[in-house]
């Protein structure tokens, strides 16, 4: 299996390969919140779990669509994490906790085999964004508190610069531009987004 990684030309990446890149030195992100990273030192640490998940006919990712009662982000798409705890051995731990207790994705499915540089929110965290490859298969147990469902879109389809969109709204007096990536009914967009542009600029390394 491969997949098809879409910018100034098209390149077919196998695991190997996808493996490679991913656990190269991450490049620095250049698609964090608009203006966010000023206060980086400031930031609430946290982590989430960016999973590829090895379907024989097609690779894809997984997400969560948050349930609409909370209190931050409510019904918006995310990947399963949250902010670290003393007890985590480091973003890997806190990223394979969180999505264990969001999704019942259990560790030892997950193979980790790289993370991104560091994403800064306007909401107050300093995010390291952790790539794992998913062995299916996949017995989850959402948990109904945080997650409404979990969903797979084809990995080709999010490493496709041409799905990518840019927008801007107004947002506490200033104007804000953030990422967006639709796909059927589901609007992926802010940090999820961004990190998605910044995993497909790691394995271009840097061509966006």
């Given amino acids: 299996m491969r997949v098809r990684l879409i910018h100034d030309r098209v390149e077919e990446l196998e695991l190997g390969e996808l493996r490679r890149r991913l656990g190269a030195e991450p490049l620095t992100a250049v698609y964090g919140d608009q203006g966010a990273e000023r206060d980086a030192a400031g930031l609430t640490p946290a982590s989430v779990l960016m999973p590829i998940v090895l379907r024989s006919g097609e690779w894809t990712m997984l997400f969560t669509r948050r349930t609409e009662h909370l209190r931050s ?6 990947f399963p994490g949250g902010r670290a705890e003393p007890d985590d051995a480091g973003p890997e731990a806190t ?30 965290f300093r995010v390291t964004p952790v790539i794992g490859v998913v062995h299916p298969p996949l017995a989850l147990r959402p948990d109904a508190e945080e997650v409404e469902e979990a969903f797979e879109v084809p990995l080709a389809f999010l490493l496709d610069a041409r799905n990518y969109q840019r927008h801007s709204r107004m947002f506490q007096g200033e104007l804000r531009t953030f990422f ?18 910044n995993l497909h600029r790691q394995l271009a390394r840097g061509q966006l």
Avoid: F, N
């Fill in 73 to 78: 982000h409510a019904g918006q798409i995310s």
């Fill in 95 to 124: 990223a394979l906790r969180e999505s264990q207790e969001e999704l019942g994705l259990e560790p030892a499915k997950v193979e980790l085999v790289g993370r991104l540089a560091e994403y800064c929110t306007r909401t107050g």
């Fill in 180 to 197: 967006a990536i639709p796909y059927g009914d589901y609007y992926i967009w802010g940090a999820t987004a961004g990190m998605l542009v």
